[in-house]
């Protein structure tokens, strides 16, 4: 009885002790979510209209939900640069904890620096604007999409013939996928690059372009296209020409309307961005900057060191009548 008695009041002490530890709660966890549920993460884009931002407006919403932040998708319908940089203004005002921004034209590099001289941090998506103060890109590798575009194309044509690139000029990130396929298509002898076309990012537009290559070139054998909107105008003209399966069509992304003429035979494959990814990276790389400090030195900032990536590429699928149903929304 007596050494139970003891061995009770040992444990007694034991208990009193441990009690007197430092227990962890979910305190800090419930700081950390109160200090980011507020934050605010804004893209600003033009063209919101066409198929392909569809994606930039999922990638926003899906990497909201996934951190716990508010997210938004601003900017004008159509391609209106002025109408941009005053969605850009409208952005700024809202002191956001960052913005995520496509990289149209070298014209948007006052306003993006405008936002960063104001504490508010950019990444640019998409398109680049590498002579503003924006601090990462994230998009596509602009010239592999091209070089692998080129590569489907000679296959496609046998590795003869002549083919006509349409894209929208001044982009930078179209301008990377002619270079692209030019690169691709000068390692076949027997095919040559007789034109590039301007699309205006207008399906309407990209058509009469195509019908014009048409019946400049009747023994054309390809078109290829580096932007959104003319896989569809490619496809209009070539189905109105009665030429669908004569004349190879190599489209850029993942609208229906291309999906739907892969399947229809029209469209032969389109070089498919992963387009969501672009803003959900962007904005995780815009939250761990502003949340968690990578301790890459002894003192990041003197160092000049920021902790963040300054460059992801999201990488380029061929889609063709093997995949298409896969992307069909």
Known sequence: MKKLVVFLAVLAVIFVGCSKAPVETAAPAAAVEESTMDQLYIEVSALGNLDYFYDHKMGMEMVGKELGVRTEYVGPAEYDMNAMVSAFEQAIAKKPNGLVVVGFEPSLNAIVDKAVEQGIPVVTVDADLPGSKRLAFVGTG???????????MASLIGENGKVAIMTKPGQSNLEE?????????????GIDVVQIADTQSDPVVAAQAASALIQKYPDLAGLACVEGAGGS????AVREAGKAGEIKIVAMDRGNEVLEAIGEGIISASVAQQTALMPYYAVQILFN????????????KSAGVLGIPAVVDTGAIIVDESNYKYFMR
């Open 289 to 300: 900057l502003n949340n968690s400090k990578v301790a890459i030195t002894s003192d990041n």
């Open 177 to 189: 996928r002619i270079a692209g396929y030019q690169k691709a298509l000068a390692e076949y002898p």
């Open 233 to 236: 105008g490619a496809a209009t």
């Open 142 to 152: 602009n010239f592999g999409a091209g070089v692998a575009g080129g590569h489907k």
